[in-house]
Structure formats: structure tokens, C-alpha cells
């Protein structure tokens, strides 16, 4: 069966760690056999921001009239931006094409991460706009069922979460309820539940400690701590308090002592 080609788009600058976030979302390629993600060669941001909240049809013909001109061919287009919906919505939705904010997830909320609230609203996306594979024909009993949230807060994937803190819940628990379990069945099969249950679960991350692991890589080769650090672009404070806990215990005891010394020389209290 051929993948599902799947666009992520950065509509508007980013205000995260990008090559880190393409690591992230790229290691889904070697995790799981239904989508190929790639971000195409391209150096616009095409979502044009007029207001200070974006309009659904405002960003929606920027998209469509980006894909068209840059000629990217894909069964969905995820457009990431950094500015909110006016009804603070995560994400928002036209056919195939959706966009994902990066404004409703403060840094407060981490962790999770902002990539792992990025790759669960992704993940949620895929599930909405029911791409498949070409050559597969649904029936007409598989194209009636609708993907939609749900009011109740139920730990699912497909909960609306109203209030934003929910969400971190949902991305914790990595759940599908039962109802888009067997909706999710019935329209994309056994095979397919098992591998997207598998990665919204999001075991496949792996421990920052298992050599070669994603998180492992993460931390090692892109300097960022899934467990620690928000995914959002490091102030400079950010990096000297990363450094700074990089270094050994008796090394920063020592560091504290000199400076405690220095200032008490400074002062006349020490000679």
C-alpha cells in the first residue's frame, strides 16, 4: 500500500525550535507504515496575517493559492502558524487543508511539549480528513461516518477541550474512546487502529537515556530536552539556564564559591 503524502507547511515564521521539530515529526516516517510527512523546499510563509487573530477565510485562500502556485502535491496540507484563531480554536479546517496555531500553547503548558501538542493535533487532523491511500475506494456506509470533536472530556484525541488545559491531558493519556474507536474500525480498519493507537501513545519517543532513542537524539543533537524545555524559541536567560544545568554538580559548587569569595573580597568581609 502507498503512503499517505502528507505537507507540513510553516504558514508563518516560527516561534520554535524548527530543525528540532522536523526531527521530531521526521522520525514518524521510520515509526509507522500509513503517512510519509515532508516539508517542502520552500522559503515563503503564505499565510498573510492582517488582523491580530487570523480569519478562517483569510488563511484558507492564502493556503490553497500557495499549494497551487508552488505546485506541492499531497493528500492533506498541514499549515503551522504562530498567530491564534479569532475563536481560539487550535486548529481550523477546510477539506484537506488545515491549519495549527502555536499561540494557544504557552509555555506554561509544558510539558508537554509544544511538539508533542503539535504532533497531537497533527495526528487529530489526519483523522478528520479521512486521506487515503490512492487506489482505495470507500463505501458508502465508510464515507457517511463523520470525524468530529466531542464536548465531553473524555481523554480522546477527538475531545474539543474548551478549556486548553484539558488538551494536556489528552495528549498524556495518548486515548481513543470508544465511539471513534469503532468509527475508526469500520472506516480505516484493524491495521490501521493498531498503528495510530501505537503512535498516539507516543511510546516511540522513547527515554532521553536510551542511546539512539528519538528523545535521546533530541536532547544530544538538537540541544532539546522533550522533558524540560517548552519546544518555543530559547530566550538568551533559556540557553544559559541550559548550559548552566549541563554542568556537574561539584563543578557549579565550585563556580558558586569563587563568585561567593570574589563578592566577599569586594566587600571587605574576606581578605
Known amino acids: 500500500m502507498n503512503r499517505i503524502k502528507i505537507a507540513i507547511i ?7 525550535e524548527v530543525y528540532a521539530f522536523k526531527y ?3 522520525a514518524l516516517n521510520k515509526n509507522q507504515k500509513t503517512y510519509e510527512f515532508f516539508f517542502p523546499d520552500v522559503e515563503d510563509y503564505p499565510i498573510k496575517v492582517k488582523e491580530k487573530r487570523l480569519d478562517s477565510d483569510e488563511w484558507q485562500n492564502d493556503a490553497k493559492a500557495f499549494i497551487n ?9 498541514i499549515f503551522i502558524v504562530s498567530k491564534g484563531f479569532k ?29 508533542e501538542y503539535l504532533f497531537h493535533s497533527i495526528y487529530t487532523c489526519l483523522l478528520y480528513s479521512k486521506a487515503i491511500p490512492e487506489g482505495i475506494i470507500l463505501t458508502d456506509e465508510q464515507k457517511n461516518i463523520v470525524f468530529e470533536s466531542h464536548i465531553e472530556t473524555k481523554g480522546c484525541i477527538a475531545d474539543f477541550t474548551r478549556d486548553k488545559f484539558d488538551d494536556k491531558i489528552d495528549i498524556a493519556l495518548g486515548y481513543i ?14 491495521e490501521y487502529f493498531k498503528e495510530f493507537e501505537r503512535i498516539i501513545d507516543r511510546k516511540w519517543i522513547g527515554d532521553k537515556e536510551q542511546v539512539g532513542s528519538i528523545a535521546y537524539n533530541l536532547k544530544h543533537i ?13 530566550s538568551f536567560w533559556d540557553k544559559i539556564k541550559g548550559k548552566f544545568h549541563e554542568i556537574p554538580a ?20 574576606v581578605v
Open 10 to 16: 510553516f504558514g508563518t515564521e516560527p516561534n520554535f
Open 24 to 26: 521530531f515529526i521526521l
Open 69 to 77: 502556485e508552488k505546485d506541492i502535491i499531497a493528500e492533506c496540507f
Open 87 to 115: 475563536n481560539n480554536y487550535f486548529f481550523r479546517r477546510n477539506g484537506n487543508y488545515f491549519a495549527i496555531t502555536t499561540d494557544t500553547w504557552d509555555k506554561y503548558f509544558s510539558p508537554p511539549s509544544l511538539f
Open 177 to 190: 474512546c470508544e465511539e471513534d474507536t469503532k468509527k475508526i474500525m469500520k472506516c480505516y480498519g484493524s
Open 222 to 234: 538538537f540541544k532539546f530536552d522533550i522533558d524540560r524545555d517548552s519546544g518555543f524559541n530559547k
Open 250 to 269: 561539584n563543578i557549579i559548587l565550585v563556580i558558586l564559591t569563587a563568585i561567593t569569595m570574589f563578592f566577599l573580597m569586594k566587600l571587605g568581609i
